[in-house]
């Protein structure tokens, strides 16, 4: 059974850092695409950052230059480095995940909870 565990939210001013972590149960090589998205409260959940296998990343316009997405896969980990945060990044970031044998299924981590307050 594949299991994503993110960690690493918190409570942070605005301007400030966050690293969050996603721990995959197996190898990362068994995905093609890995990345992060965000629920803010009432909202829809939505696309952050992502990496393929290849270290191909791609971001949402909205954290451009501010959130940089990397992996290490010595360490079945995915990372999102969070820089200059606003309030509005407030929100539920989950890891997910893409087989690279089952391109239609996506695995979700539970998600990992960042507040910033202004």
């Known amino acids: 059974q594949v299991q994503l565990i993110e960690s690493g939210g918190g409570l942070v001013q605005a301007g400030g850092s966050l690293r969050l972590s996603c721990v995959a149960s197996?190898?990362?090589?068994?995905?093609?695409?890995m990345g992060w998205y965000r629920q803010a409260p009432g909202e829809q959940r939505e696309y952050v950052a992502a990496?393929?296998?290849?270290?191909?990343?791609n971001y949402a316009d909205f954290v451009k230059g501010r959130f940089t997405i990397s992996k290490d896969a010595s360490r079945r980990t995915v990372y999102l480095q969070m820089n200059n945060v606003k309030p509005e990044d407030t929100g539920v970031y989950f890891c997910?995940?893409?087989?690279?044998?089952?391109?239609?299924?996506?695995?979700w981590g539970q998600g990992t909870q960042v507040a910033v307050s202004s």
């Open positions: 997910s995940a893409r087989p690279r044998d089952a391109a239609s299924l996506v695995y």
């Open positions: 197996g190898t990362i090589a068994a995905y093609s695409t």
């Open positions: 990496i393929t296998s290849r270290g191909i990343t």
